[in-house]
């Protein structure tokens, strides 16, 4: 089915937990809906207020241990930061003080279960901890439905179809496509606007999934690309995406655009300010994403584009602490290096862990790849599993795991056309008496990912932020026509 003539222009527009962290903030949100609603159709993807996912998840960690009071007060704060901000909304309303009830009693009963069982069940983590935009965009929806704007809260495990990976899961996007315009468009078409709860999927049989944290970037981009929408604006706390973590380096400037793969290579290395995974979707229909601090209506935002006329040279500095080294290497000739990777990658794609850096030697066929930190166990299993035989017979070294680095990356279109570049990035490093031990450069070309020392990754960061001028550079960026 074609998508009707008022989907036209379509918004989408996603707030992030800070954005919806309390009653003030969701009226913000309001207030641009209703600015942007007199515009053109909207579709609105909600976070849970700020810091609920980890309180959450925290309270289903203490339940799994049997931890009961843990799990009382967990859910008691859960219940009275909604409570209040419900109140601070829409009064005395009870409608929606039952639906906060409704919402924290599910997470209540799930809480129990997990409480009764001493295990927590992926499938019933990610059906619980939904329920914080759940709860987010209740509020918000009806928020706007008292200030005189249709509005319907939406479960995105209603719109969103995704595999059954519970906790980092994958959409599937005709099946979502389909949900969607069958279930969102005549909304939109009413000029009504849906509020969507990001985060949140299900798989095609129903069963409640989520896409990792901080994925409701990720659930906007893939309503924008289903919807085929005009826009997309990811709402925040920072004016943009900068060229490194504003809590880390002082001097940090805002860039007014950024490329799809720039921004992709950023938030794949460490950015928090964009889930991995969100630009994927947008890419192929080139539809434009705008980065905008809710907290300063007045700045521009960072603009991320397709390509610019001219490379920039190297842009952004970013970084990853919770990350760990693992190194394997054949004790003897009898496995061969080229084997044994293809053994490992064969065995972490079946354990879904992904590999953010992968390097080798090819002398003494070792290897080594950078994963999460919490990868780290499930890929050791799958590891030591598909090479039981190998590691009892000695034919390949125990596998040695480094939690202690990290990795950073220097991210730019038109790196390459800067010659000295990565020698002025290692000199600037090694300055600080600071060992690489590990460099890895992407076969774009757009990203230099350096691993080194955990407690010297910020000082790095630093280091090479100065270096490239990387505040300077974005500040007196060229116009572009
Ligand atoms: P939201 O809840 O709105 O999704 P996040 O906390 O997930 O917000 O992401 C925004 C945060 O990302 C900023 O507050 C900032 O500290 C952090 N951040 C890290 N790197 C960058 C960067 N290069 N540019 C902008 N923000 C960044
Ligand atoms: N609430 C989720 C998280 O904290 C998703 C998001 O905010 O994007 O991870
Ligand atoms: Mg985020």
């Known amino acids: 089915m074609e998508r009707g003539v008022h989907l036209k222009n379509l918004l ?40 609920v996912t980890d309180l959450l998840l925290e309270t289903l960690r203490r339940a799994e241990v049997g931890d009961k009071s843990a799990v009382t007060a967990g859910v ?44 927590r069940p992926p499938r019933s983590v990610d059906e619980a901890i939904a ?43 005709e099946a979502t496509r389909q949900k969607c315009i069958a279930k969102l468009a005549p909304a939109i078409e009413e000029g009504i606007v849906p509020v969507v709860t990001g985060f949140n999927g299900a798989t095609a049989d129903g069963r409640p999934t989520t896409l990792g944290r901080g994925g409701s970037d990720f659930s906007a981009s893939i309503l924008a690309a289903v919807l085929d929408a005009q826009e997309l604006w990811i709402w925040t706390d920072v004016d943009g995406i900068m060229t490194a973590d504003p809590r880390l380096v002082k001097d940090v400037a805002v860039l007014d655009e950024v490329t799809y793969a720039e921004a992709a290579e950023l938030a794949y290395n460490g950015a928090k300010v964009l889930h991995p995974r969100t630009l994927a979707p947008l890419v192929e229909k080139q539809i434009p994403v705008w980065s905008k601090n809710s907290f300063a209506l007045d700045k521009p935002g960072t603009k991320i584009v397709s390509s610019f006329d001219e490379p920039k040279g190297a842009r952004a500095v970013t970084s990853m602490s919770d990350v760990a080294l693992v190194s394997m290497e054949p004790a003897n000739a009898v496995l061969s290096g080229t084997r044994l990777m293809a053994r490992a990658l064969d065995a972490l794609a079946l354990a879904n862990v992904e590999i953010l850096v992968l390097t080798s030697s090819s002398y003494r066929q070792t290897f080594c790849f950078l994963i999460r930190k919490h990868d780290v166990t499930s890929a050791m299993e799958a590891l030591e599993s598909n090479l039981s035989i190998e590691l009892a017979h000695g034919y390949l070294r125990p596998i040695e795991v480094d939690g202690n680095v990290g990795l950073l990356a220097v991210v730019g279109e038109g790196m390459r056309g800067t ?3 990565a020698g002025r990035v290692f000199t600037a490093i090694s300055r600080e008496n600071t060992n690489i031990i590990a460099i890895a450069q992407g076969s774009s070309e757009l990203t230099i990912g350096i691993i080194v020392r955990l407690d010297m990754l910020d000082k790095a960061v630093r280091a090479v932020h100065e270096e490239c001028q990387l505040g300077k550079i974005a500040a007196v960026a060229e116009p572009r026509a």
């Open 12 to 51: 989408i527009m996603k707030f992030g937990g800070t954005s919806m962290g309390s009653a003030e903030r969701m009226r913000v949100a309001a207030d641009i809906i209703a600015g942007q609603k007199k515009l053109r159709p909207l579709t609105v993807v909600v976070s849970a207020m700020s810091k």
């Open 76 to 119: 008691a704060a859960l219940r009275a930061r909604h409570l209040e901000a419900s109140e601070q909304l829409l009064g005395k309303s009870a409608a929606a003080a039952q639906d906060v009830e409704a919402l924290v009693n599910e997470f209540q009963r799930i809480a129990n279960g997990i409480l009764m069982l001493g295990e």
């Open 131 to 173: 329920i914080g935009e759940r709860l987010s965009a209740t509020l918000l929806a009806r928020f706007l439905q008292a200030s005189g704007i249709k509005a319907l809260a939406v479960n995105g495990g209603e719109v969103i179809v995704t595999d059954a990976v519970f906790g980092n899961a994958s959409p599937q996007m």
């Open 419 to 421: 010659p000295g570049l």
